[in-house]
């Protein structure tokens, strides 16, 4: 063969395969029989053989949430290769696409997920692993709670102790009521301690709770 690759056969026609690493056109370059070998006219004809490129996929994007708050996240996937494109991610979800880049919308995942590229296809082949890359993380954070306590029973003029333990990530803000006004708070750890000092019995409420990622709405009062 003009590529160098050489062909046997005990009939006609003989089949030939060859795996070529880009286009290339394959004519006859020697052919001997039984008993003679060919001259240059005697060979004729050419086969040739196309190869494409595989598709390429890079998938990006990704958002952080609080339980209870997310929404459907619009992942994106720059492709290569042949339009239009098809495939899967790592959820099993499919997509598909006749440009670059195709977005896909993933459901709000339960936890935390890192989204890949399991599968790609375009218009003539199909991707190899080495050929998918990147990642899309959908972050779900879990919600702050606070719980206020420390009931006493004091005399006049005397200052007792309110405890809001938190759990989430600090710092917390927020605000709480004693029937009267509402109040601020900020804690920087997840205990903080409010003294007070009522001149009647009064009870006081947490109102809301808020670190870096959303409002609280597991809250719990203290009465005193």
Request: charged share 5%.
């Amino acid at each position: 063969m003009s590529s160098g690759q050489s062909f046997s056969g005990a009939s006609s026609p003989i089949t030939v395969s060859v795996t070529p690493s880009a286009n290339t056109t394959y004519t006859i370059a020697t052919l001997s029989d039984g008993n003679c070998s060919s001259l240059s006219g005697d060979l004729s004809g050419s086969a040739s053989v196309s190869v494409n490129a595989r598709p390429t996929g890079v998938i990006s994007g990704g958002a952080a949430y609080c339980a209870g708050n997310a929404t459907p996240t619009t992942l994106s996937i720059a492709v290569t290769g042949a339009g239009p494109w098809s495939g899967t991610l790592s959820n099993g979800q499919s997509f598909s696409g006749a440009s670059s880049p195709i977005s896909v919308t993933v459901p709000v995942p339960s936890s935390t997920t890192v989204y890949t590229i399991a599968s790609l296809s375009d218009a003539n082949c199909t991707s190899l692993s080495g050929d998918r890359t990147g990642s899309a993380t959908v972050t779900i954070n879990a919600r702050p709670t606070a719980v206020l306590s420390g009931s006493a029973a004091i005399c006049s003029g005397e200052t007792t102790n309110l405890t809001i333990s938190f759990t989430g990530s600090a710092p917390y803000t927020g605000t709480y009521s004693n029937g009267s006004a509402t109040l601020p708070f900020t804690s920087a750890t997840n205990t903080l301690n409010i003294p007070v000092s009522p001149t009647v019995t009064t009870t006081y409420t947490l109102l809301s709770v808020t670190n870096a990622d959303r409002k609280s709405t597991r809250l719990n009062s203290s009465h005193e």
